[in-house]
């Protein structure tokens, strides 16, 4: 495909899809995307970092063909205000992986956010999320060690593909008619004093292609990855239509499809006594503002988690905080083979610019994107050079001010120590 402004690298192939799997060639084209805000600052040190980890666990025999894409404010000012345009998209689709920096989210009126329409757009389903302690990263637990866990959250449906509609607008008093004379709904009292014209209307999809879909990935990585478990995290109790849907349709996958390599927690208790046997997931459910408490309190308890949209929104930065933040919390939105990877915190724009912040999010979301090509020794070298520096105590502001005897760098001179550390 031709493009008017992204230019494609001659040294480079294509990642494709054959039989259902990636073929990856030992010169991929992978695409970026700079990001608003601190974007500049952390990716070019990451893509440095990501270069010489490749050089090196190669010896120049495999390399990376970078393809700079466009959103947001920088693609504003290149394609006449549009902050998501049609070749992007495009070149995703036809180049299958990527990353990017953080994107500005709008607060209020106008597009709802640009990584919304992006997973929207490209059926990116899975916000995969995860979530471990490094040696030396400061954290309030007492054994953050005790954390490690896979968040798969749903990524397009539940409130964020929901319908809403203004308090007081004729399109409300639609609503209010409809369900109470055409479905005979009840509403709650206080309801009804305060005036219903008062209250917003919002709708809430929750499907089982998606729930499937969603529930499905969890279940493979875990196989894939040794891990031990699968919970199904919802509000069942209480939304038990959407939520409640959820939690069901993850159990009958789960019997259904791998029937062969899973039971059903009460199963691991009433027929093996609580040792599951080797190379079986337990399928485990919990109610979501319980899985707060237990991500505290009980962390080695829970392996991979799938959930919905919103819970996983929460639980992803909430269970992040305990092991050093969303600043170091990286993240993947993945669909059947179009991979996004994607700094999970904000574009924090008061130090734009300043070579000041923390690129851990954005760098270890680079680790997950080799390991999704198939790149592992890189992927591991990164992951190991970035523990022995932060042991070493070089960090950047952030850890610097919570640990003691620290070497406070850039940005920039946080990425040269962990290249000296490969």
């Known amino acids: 495909m031709l493009y008017n402004k992204i230019i494609v690298p001659t040294d480079g192939e294509r990642i494709t899809v054959r039989e259902g799997k990636l073929r990856v060639p030992d010169n991929p084209i992978l695409l970026w995307i700079e990001g608003d805000g601190i974007g500049p600052d952390i990716m070019t040190a990451s893509r440095r970092i990501w270069d010489a980890a490749v050089a090196k666990a190669y010896g120049g025999q495999r390399q990376i ?76 637990l007492l054994r953050p060690d005790l954390v490690d866990v896979v968040i798969f959250r749903e990524n397009t449906e539940d409130v964020y593909a929901g319908i809403e509609y203004r308090a007081g607008t004729p399109e409300a008093a639609k609503v209010e008619r409809f369900l109470k004379d055409e479905m005979g709904a009840r509403f709650p009292s206080a309801w009804l004093r305060a005036g219903f014209d008062n209250f917003g209307i919002g709708i809430k999809p929750v499907s089982e292609f998606g729930s499937k879909r969603l529930i499905r990935k969890a279940i493979r990585h875990a196989l894939d990855h040794g891990r031990r478990s699968v919970t199904l995290v919802h509000k069942g109790n209480i939304q038990k239509f959407t939520e409640g849907a959820f939690m069901g349709w993850g159990y009958e996958l789960a019997r259904e499809e791998f029937g062969d390599v899973t039971i059903t927690e009460k199963q691991l208790w009433d027929e093996f006594g609580g040792a599951a046997p080797e190379g079986v997931i337990v399928i485990k459910d919990r109610i979501a503002d319980i899985m707060f408490q237990q991500m505290l309190l009980r962390p080695a308890e829970y392996d991979v988690i799938a959930t919905l949209n919103l819970n996983g929104d929460y639980l992803s930065d909430a269970v992040a905080a305990e092991v050093g933040g969303v600043g170091i919390a990286p993240g993947a939105n993945i669909g059947a083979y179009i991979a996004v990877f994607e700094a999970t915190h904000g574009t924090a724009p008061k130090y734009a610019n300043l070579d000041k912040v923390n690129p851990g999010s954005l760098l270890l979301s680079g680790v997950m994107m080799l390991d999704y090509i198939g790149w592992r020794e890189a992927a591991r070298a990164v992951e190991g050079a970035y523990t022995r520096t932060v042991a070493d105590r070089i960090v950047t502001y952030d850890f610097a001010r919570q640990m003691d005897a620290a070497r406070e760098v850039k940005t920039s001179e946080f990425a040269a120590a962990v290249i000296e550390r490969l």
């Open 65 to 140: 063909a970078w393809a700079e894409i466009f959103a947001g404010e920088k693609a504003a000012s290149l394609y006449g205000g549009d902050y998501f345009p049609a070749e992007s998209l495009a070149a995703l689709r036809e180049f299958l992986v990527g990353i990017k920096g953080p994107l500005t989210t709008p607060v209020g009126g106008g597009f709802r956010s640009l990584n919304v329409a992006l997973r929207q757009d490209l059926d990116l389903f899975a916000c995969i999320r995860p979530v471990k302690w490094y040696p030396g990263v400061p954290s309030p």
